[in-house]
């Protein structure tokens, strides 16, 4: 069995979720990634709630987390 590197092996939803909040904020968040979760009443839990059970979402949300753990900020910025 081939077991490439997977960036997100242990990286659960709620800490995806939580870290694009701290990093973009929810209005950020709601641009990047057009999900009625992160636009009205945004919250970690009631977003997490709908990645859940909304795969096309949640595949959104792995991708703009990559990217962000792939081009960290740079000190000062």
Request: charged content about 25%; proline content about 6%; aromatic content about 8%.
């Given at each position: 069995?081939?077991?490439?590197?997977?960036?997100?092996?242990?990286?659960?939803?709620?800490?995806?979720?939580?870290?694009?909040?701290?990093?973009?904020?929810?209005?950020?968040?709601?641009?990047?990634?057009?999900?009625?979760?992160?636009?009205?009443?945004p919250?970690?839990?009631?977003s997490?709630?709908?990645?859940?059970?909304?795969?096309?979402?949640?595949?959104?949300?792995?991708?703009?987390?990559?990217?962000?753990?792939?081009?960290?900020?740079?000190?000062?910025?």
């Amino acid at each position: 069995m081939n077991t490439a590197k997977n960036p997100l092996q242990g990286v659960t939803l709620e800490r995806m979720v939580s870290e694009l909040h701290v990093r973009y904020g929810w209005e950020a968040l709601a641009e990047k990634i057009h999900i009625r979760c992160f636009q009205e009443n945004p919250s970690v839990m009631s977003s997490l709630k709908f990645l859940r059970r909304t795969p096309w979402a949640r595949a959104k949300v792995e991708r703009i987390y990559l990217k962000m753990i792939k081009n960290p900020r740079r000190p000062g910025s």
